[in-house]
C-alpha cells in the first residue's frame, strides 16, 4: 500500500546574506586588476567607469570592453588565474562572518559579475575548500578558445548579469508565505546597483561607488570597513539589540 506522502518542507531561514564577490568579499576587484595589469589599463578603464556609473553606457557594454582588452594583449585566461591567486586579498572578516552564517543557518550567495571558474578557485584558495559546499554562487562565465577567452552573461539585461533577478530566484527555494527572511546585501560597485533595492540593509564598502550612488538616489545603506562590521551589525539586528533603521546612514 503505498499511503507514504512525501512533503518537501522549504524551510525559512531567518535571515540570508547576498554579497558581491569583486571588491566586497575580496578587497581587490579581480576584473578590475586583470583591465589594469594585463589589458588596456587603469586610465582607460576609468573612463569607462564613470560612464557606467553615469549611466551613459551600460554596465555590459563597458565591463565587455575592459575584460576584452586582456586577450587582445594576449593574456590567456590560465595566466589570469596565476596572477589572481597571487594578488588577490581576501575581506579580512570574511571567513569568520561566513563560518558564523554556517553554524547559524543563514545561507550565504556570492551574486557576482564577475567569471565563476575565477570565484571558485579564489574561494577555495582564500576561504578555504569546505566554504565551496556552503556558499552558492550565482554569476557570470567564461568561454575558453586556447588563449583566446570571452566572458559568458548570465542574462539578456544591459547588465550582463541583473542581481536583483538572481536574488529573486534564489529566494523562490524558500517558502515566504509564513515568514520573510532578513534580507542582507554586500556590495562595493556599479554592478551591485541592481540588487542595492532588494534587501532590507545594504552594506556599501566605505568611499566606494555604490555610496556615491545610493546617495543620489536616495537608497538607504551603512557602510562597512571589512566584513568585521557586517557580522557585528548581523548579529545586533537578528539579536534584537539593534533595528534596521538604526544602521542606515541616510
Ligand atoms: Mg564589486
Known amino acids: 500500500m503505498s499511503g507514504t506522502t512525501t512533503t518537501t518542507t522549504k524551510t525559512t531561514p531567518k535571515a540570508i546574506l547576498f554579497t558581491d564577490w569583486d571588491g566586497t568579499v575580496t578587497l581587490q ?10 589589458g588596456f589599463g587603469y586610465d582607460k578603464r576609468k573612463v569607462i567607469n564613470d560612464a557606467m556609473l553615469i549611466e551613459e553606457r551600460s554596465f555590459r557594454d563597458g565591463f565587455d570592453e575592459m575584460l576584452k582588452s586582456i586577450p587582445a594583449n594576449g593574456v590567456s585566461f590560465q595566466k589570469c ?10 575581506d579580512p572578516g570574511f571567513k569568520e ?13 556570492v551574486i557576482s559579475s564577475g567569471m ?3 570565484i571558485e578557485v579564489l574561494l577555495k584558495n582564500l576561504v578555504g575548500e569546505e566554504a565551496m ?19 559568458v552573461y548570465k542574462d539578456e539585461t544591459p547588465f550582463g548579469h541583473d542581481k536583483a533577478i538572481s536574488i529573486d530566484e534564489c529566494l523562490s527555494n524558500y517558502d515566504m508565505t509564513t515568514s520573510k527572511p532578513l534580507l542582507f546585501y554586500c556590495g562595493d560597485g556599479v554592478s551591485d546597483l541592481s540588487a542595492a533595492k532588494s534587501c532590507d540593509l ?5 568611499g566606494k561607488d555604490l555610496v556615491k550612488f545610493c546617495s543620489a538616489q536616495g537608497i538607504h545603506y551603512t557602510q562597512f570597513d571589512s566584513f568585521k562590521d557586517i557580522l557585528s ?5 537578528l539579536s534584537g539589540e539593534k533595528k534596521l533603521e538604526d544602521c542606515f546612514e541616510e
Open 97 to 109: 562572518t561566513y563560518e558564523w552564517c554556517f553554524q547559524n543557518d543563514i545561507p550565504v550567495y
Open 133 to 151: 559546499k556552503h556558499i552558492t554562487i550565482v554569476s557570470n562565465d567564461v568561454e575558453i578558445n586556447g588563449d583566446d577567452w570571452n566572458i
Open 202 to 206: 545594504l552594506f556599501a564598502r566605505r
Open 29 to 38: 576587484d579581480s576584473n578590475d586588476y586583470l583591465t589594469d595589469h594585463l
Open 81 to 90: 588565474i596565476e596572477e589572481l591567486l597571487i594578488h588577490i586579498q581576501l
Open 116 to 118: 565563476k571558474p575565477i
Open 233 to 237: 551589525d548581523m548579529k545586533s539586528i
